[in-house]
């Protein structure tokens, strides 16, 4: 029982744990992000834009 009262106790390594969920919660934000402007932009589109520049 002591062993979990030490490990309740111990803040040595909480920064750490917590700067790596920010950094995993901006990940996943930024992927989300990423996947949603693929899903509006199709190739398609953008080969249809590029051709009408040219014209």
């Known amino acids: 029982m002591t062993v979990f009262k030490a ?3 111990d803040r040595a ?4 744990v917590e700067y790596g969920l920010i950094g ?3 990940s ?3 992927l989300a992000g ?8 199709s190739l ?4 249809t834009l590029v051709s009408d ?3």
């Open 7 to 9: 490990l309740l106790h």
């Open 13 to 16: 390594g909480s920064a750490a």
């Open 53 to 55: 520049a040219m014209k």
């Open 28 to 30: 996943i934000a930024i």
């Open 24 to 26: 995993a919660l901006v």
């Open 34 to 41: 990423i996947l949603q402007l693929a899903a509006s932009l």
């Open 44 to 47: 398609d589109s953008i080969a």
